[in-house]
């Protein structure tokens, strides 16, 4: 019986100590190959940083020309806590005026741009008289940026305005019928109650989260989205790379 009971606790202490050295592997694992992943991040952001520097200071040829006619209009999406930082914003849109974008859609989910709109018009305007463009007969020429404020509140009325037109226009008869709306119903209704705008080629979005924040979803039907990264951390090389890729896709809709 003694022995028995000896053996049990043997088997005991053995099973015990397998389970300790068994977590203490799967550590070891999971610390190995959290390090890994570490320095493999570590080292694509060393390389990102290091082409952004090459790009903003043209030593990579290749992003030297940038068809930037192809980029008509660009919505520029902005986390509303960021976007109570001017000075980046400013920034950003002169940035965008140095490359060469001509109009620029503004947006961020809770109006702070549209609140700070004559602050960022005025700051910009005193920037465009400092940084002129040499030509080649020698005049300075002053790049001229039109600029559009929205926030997710011109959504809710811009849908419930559409929504009533197409009512009054297809429901509202004496004889109604089944109403069949389109897509081209829905654009010609936010259209007539002065929603509609254009729609961006391409919209950049500053912040934590991957997505367009509420941006009107009618006006980027055919849009290509770029998640750019938190405002503090933007480089110029990025805007540049992004442009310049946008630039080289084939469009295959909206045209």
């Known amino acids: 019986m003694c022995r028995s009971m000896g053996l049990g606790n043997e088997v005991q202490k053995i ?23 570490n320095v493999w991040y570590s ?23 940038v068809n930037i006619s192809k980029v008509r209009y660009l919505a520029v999406v902005i986390d509303s806590e960021e976007a109570r930082e001017t000075s980046k914003v400013l920034e950003l849109l002169c940035w965008l005026a140095s490359i060469g974008v001509k109009s620029i859609c503004l947006y961020d989910r809770e109006g702070v741009l549209k609140k700070s709109q004559t602050a960022i018009i005025e700051g910009l305007n005193k920037s465009q008289k400092a940084i002129v ?35 009054a226009k297809h429901c509202a008869s004496t004889k109604p019928e089944k109403p069949n ?18 729609e961006p080629d391409l919209l950049f979005v500053y912040g934590p989260v991957r997505c367009h924040m509420g941006f009107p979803a009618w006006r980027i039907r055919y849009t290509e989205i770029v998640h750019m990264g938190t405002l503090k951390s933007m480089e110029f090389g990025s805007l540049i790379k992004a442009i310049h890729k946008f630039t080289k896709v084939h469009q295959n809709y909206g045209q």
Request: charged content about 15%.
């Open 15 to 37: 099973l015990s100590w397998t389970s300790v050295c068994g977590n203490l592997v799967l550590h070891l694992v999971w610390l190995i190959l959290h390090l890994i992943i």
């Open 43 to 65: 080292v694509l952001g060393i390389a990102r940083m290091v082409e952004n520097t090459l790009i903003s200071s043209g030593l990579l040829k290749s992003y030297n020309a």
């Open 133 to 167: 463009e040499g030509s080649d007969d020698g005049t300075l020429v002053e790049k001229h940026v039109d600029l559009e404020f929205v926030s997710f509140a011109d959504s809710k009325p811009a849908v419930a305005k559409a929504a009533n037109l197409l009512f």
């Open 181 to 198: 709306f389109t897509e081209s119903d829905m654009s010609e209704a936010l259209q007539a109650v002065g929603y509609g705008g254009p």
